[in-house]
Nanobody, 122 residues
């Protein structure tokens, strides 16, 4: 079983930056992909970024390249999502996920955190 706990969300002004953290515990396979999704009000949950749990491969939704950076602190078993130049459309609940994979033209995952709210004020 895998447990994921997000933190770092909050209210931020447009143009600002934020770093979200995801603390992982439990048994995570070395070939697992860990990532971030977000869900804005009234919208479907969407993939943001992901990276390999032990390697250096990273994956980004095309529209997020440049402003979003995913990274990892392996000894602390923590994954980060740095968001820069925040925009009002970034307002969403951000979820950490484990065992992310691409299936039937969608990114899916086996394990999810509870989410952290990011609100961008203009």
């Amino acid at each position: 079983q895998v447990q994921l706990v997000e933190s770092g969300g909050g209210l931020v002004q447009a143009g600002g930056s934020l770093r979200l953290s995801c603390a992982a515990s439990g048994s995570i396979s070395s070939d697992s992909i860990i990532g971030w999704f977000r869900q804005a009000p009234g919208k479907e949950r969407e993939f943001v970024a992901a990276m390999s749990w032990t390697g250096g491969d990273t994956y980004y939704e095309d529209s997020n390249k440049g402003r979003f950076t995913i990274s990892r602190d392996s000894p602390k078993r923590t994954v980060f999502l740095q968001i820069s130049n925040l925009k009002s459309e970034d307002t969403a609940v951000y979820y950490c996920a484990a065992n992310v994979r691409y299936s039937s033209k969608l990114y899916v995952a086996d394990y999810w955190g509870q989410g952290t709210q990011v609100t961008v004020s203009s």
